[in-house]
């Protein structure tokens, strides 16, 4: 006769992180007629150690958070296990056991988790001055499971070639979700013959059936280009410069040549705007008091004094001028002197012997 027996998912089942996925346990060659709610039990366990799900006389426990299992789907002798966002904690070997008392089976079928790595490259162009020595790196992090490769290819104009292992170097280690990160490290002492070559890094992955290829193109300097655009950035950096000393300097010049323009008219005119008000006072004052008759007083003759002195200094200038002339000038003026004065000593005495 038929006895139960389960159709379990295949195995491995591969399925990707955070992926939600069912896993398949079906009753079959059961011949006991409906199933009896009181008589059907469930239990799901990982590696035969850790409970997962268990199911009895309508009752749940899901010791995986999320995890369940379909009433009714069981009554029909359908055991099947959701799972939601798999971990890679959730990989390993799953074992469905369905009891239908008196009878039970159990199948294991195991499941393999994979995460599909990131891959990066440090620079897609990379430029290294002829002669030196630069490094691109191919960054891989986040894949799952550990096993992976990468390689370097180098495309010139002329061929295509595989790179040394003993070129690059990697380092290893593992996230906090247990995914693995790693890099390789590709040093290049290029010359000017490897100018536009292209480097190819190419990771191979389970979740990579084809592989999956980054590529770097290269540019080699020579000195004098180097040179020249060194040059042309310090002539940007001067001009740049030279603008903002202008722009600060400029404003400060025209405040200072104004300043000083203002103090050199200072010094024109030493007269202070109170001592010219005081002596404009003063004349304005000695005009009214000769309309009215009255004499000045003396504190206000200074003006006057001034003027006399100015006089007397042009009649010694005039004299002096006169001394210097020739001897006959000289003699004539002397002459024309005495005669002056001794027609006003007779006018004097005539005056004299009128008033007798």
Request: proline share 4%; net charge negative.
């Amino acid at each position: 006769s038929d006895t139960m027996d389960l159709k379990i998912f295949q195995s491995p089942l591969i399925v990707s992180l955070n992926e939600n996925i069912h896993l398949t346990c079906k009753v079959t060659g059961y011949t006991g007629g409906p199933i009896d709610p009181k008589r059907v039990g469930v239990q799901w366990k990982l590696n035969g150690e850790t409970d997962v799900y268990f199911f009895s006389r309508d009752q749940h426990d899901a010791m995986r958070p999320g995890a369940l299992i379909n009433d009714s789907n069981v009554l029909k002798g359908d055991a099947s296990l959701f799972l939601p966002r798999v971990q890679i904690a959730d990989e390993g070997n799953y074992t469905c056991t369905v009891f239908i008392t008196p009878e039970s089976a159990e199948r294991t079928s195991e499941i393999q988790v994979s995460a599909q790595p990131n891959v990066s490259l440090s620079t897609q162009s990379l430029t290294i001055l002829n002669g030196s020595e630069g490094s691109v790196s191919c960054i891989v992090t986040g894949f799952y499971p550990q096993p992976l490769k990468i390689s370097w290819i180098k495309v010139s104009k002329q061929r295509t070639e595989n790179i040394s292992l003993l070129s690059y170097i990697k380092n290893f280690g593992i996230n906090s979700d247990k995914t693995f990160y790693t890099s390789s490290q590709l040093n290049i002492k290029p010359t000017v013959k490897d100018d536009g070559d292209r480097y190819r890094c190419v990771v191979e992955h389970l979740t990579f059936p084809n592989g999956l290829t980054m590529e770097c193109v290269l540019t080699v300097l020579v000195e004098s280009d180097d040179t020249n655009r060194t040059l042309n950035e310090s002539r940007d950096y001067l001009a740049l410069g030279l603008a903002i000393i202008c722009a600060v300097l400029l404003p400060m010049i025209l405040v200072g040549i104004y300043l000083w323009r203002q103090r050199s008219k200072e010094l024109q005119n030493p007269l202070s705007k109170a001592e010219a008000g005081s002596i404009n006072q003063v004349k304005h004052s000695d005009e009214r008091q000769h309309l009215m008759g009255a004499e000045p007083e003396e504190s206000q003759k200074v003006p006057e004094i001034q003027q006399s002195h100015a006089w007397d200094t042009k009649q010694d200038t005039e004299n002096q001028s006169i001394e210097k002339q020739s001897p006959v000038t000289t003699e004539s003026h002397q002459k024309a002197t005495t005669n002056k004065e001794e027609g006003a000593e007779d006018q004097s005495k005539q005056n004299g012997s009128v008033d007798d």
